[in-house]
């Protein structure tokens, strides 16, 4: 009986995320697209090949990275063309886009390497960028851990402190009238705005580093949970005292869930900041780190180190962004039911 029960609850939220899913995912598979985004990749090597070059390049890394880029595209169509489920909306939804990217390898690359329009050395080819990477594989990828830890425990900080004020603030009236006018005074100072004081304050440049990116996130998450907390209706607060919930079992099932939606909107927020602000926090102090290389190779003049670093950070940020969305979906699960 309770298996059968279970099986029953299941379904409904089953249903529901199937649902959640064809609508992220709302384009329809087309045979077609995926044909024409697989041409436009091959179309990109055989440029790439065939077309003489204006610039020395080692095409090295750009061709293994179209035949991966190839192979990983037909493998995701091929399964995509046998089951019918996630997979197939995914791989049809990105078809065009897949399509567009591979036109748009073939212009930049004749833009630049192949007919030299747009020159060295601010404007490099792609393949140089991934032949750059290539090339300082060991020092960006000791940048990219280091900006990474830097940045992670300088965001946990910063949300952490924003979630707790903003709980507090939102939830009493006490609390809210005493801080509140701090908030609005201390929050809207951007974070650099404290970069001269932080050098002197602290004792490590780490250290100010870390201030300095929990600072531009602790504002918005704080201020966005104010708000959470704040739009919870209060039919919730008076069934939960009925019920005889305590203090911390109201925070716990009430106020944080409630507020949970918000908290997130005021996380987004917060990444641009964060991202923003650790980029130039490394340009001041730091001995490693993405910014830091930027730094660098900016002072050296070699634009292509700054798109290598540029890209590695596109990759890295959107990654962060795509573990945050799946942390958010799985913690509000539930609204997928009440949909």
Not at 228 to 253: C, H, M, N, P, W
């Amino acid at each position: 009986m309770a298996d059968t029960a279970t099986s029953t609850n299941k379904q409904p939220q089953k249903l529901a995320e199937e649902e959640v899913t064809e609508t992220k995912y709302w384009k329809p598979w087309r045979s077609s697209w995926n044909i024409v985004s697989l041409v436009t990749i091959v179309a990109a090597y055989i440029e790439n090949q065939v077309v003489p070059s204006q610039e020395f390049v080692n095409n090295g890394a750009y061709k293994v990275f179209l035949a991966a880029y190839f192979v990983y595209l037909l493998v995701v169509y091929a399964l995509g063309a046998v089951i019918h489920g996630k997979i197939r909306l995914y791989s049809g939804h990105f078809a065009q886009l897949n399509a567009s990217l591979g036109l748009l390898l073939i212009i930049q690359d004749l833009l630049t390497e192949k007919f030299a329009i747009i020159k060295l050395p601010f404007f490099v080819s792609f393949s140089q960028v991934l032949d750059q990477i290539q090339t300082d594989h060991a020092l960006l990828w000791a940048s990219t851990w280091s900006s990474l830890g830097l940045w992670l425990i300088s965001f946990i900080i910063g949300t952490l402190i924003g979630v707790v004020l903003g709980l507090f603030m939102g939830r009493y009236r006490q609390f809210n009238y005493w801080s509140f006018p701090f908030l609005k005074v201390i929050g809207i100072i951007p974070a650099a705005a404290w970069m001269p004081l932080t050098m002197v304050i602290f004792p490590t440049s780490y250290m100010a580093e870390i201030f300095l990116i929990a600072f531009s996130v602790w504002f918005p998450v704080a201020f966005m949970t104010i708000g959470g907390v704040q739009s919870i209706s209060v039919d919730y607060f008076e069934s939960a005292k009925t019920l005889g919930f305590s203090e911390s079992q109201i925070i716990r099932k009430v106020v944080i869930p409630g507020a949970l939606p918000n908290i997130f909107i005021g996380i987004y927020t917060a990444m641009g900041l964060s991202f923003t602000m650790l980029v130039i926090s490394e340009m001041i102090g730091a001995k490693v780190g993405l910014g830091w290389y930027i730094n660098w190779a900016k002072g050296v003049g070699n634009y292509t180190q700054v798109y290598a670093a540029i890209v590695i950070m596109a990759v890295l940020f959107s990654v962060i962004f795509s573990l945050i969305t799946k942390i958010q979906e799985y913690s509000l699960r539930w609204r997928q039911g009440t949909n």
